[in-house]
């Protein structure tokens, strides 16, 4: 992950992604987000599967 021109590792639960789309969120690489995931937003579960995102590729 890079940010603020840092580069580094951090667990993906901790990764809160700022956009809400999850074509954005699969092409920075976070497709299929966990209900206990920060990047988690209403919405993005649109099959009522308990993981967002999981039908985007």
Do not use: F, H
Request: charged share 25%; aromatic share 2%; glycine share 8%.
């Amino acid at each position: 992950m890079t940010a603020q021109s840092k580069t580094g590792w951090l667990p993906r639960p901790l990764v809160k992604a700022n956009s809400g789309r999850c074509t954005e969120l699969s092409k920075i690489g976070v497709p299929d987000i966990l209900k206990t995931e920060a990047s988690d937003t209403p919405g993005l579960d649109r099959d009522n599967n308990n993981i967002g995102c999981n039908k985007v590729r």
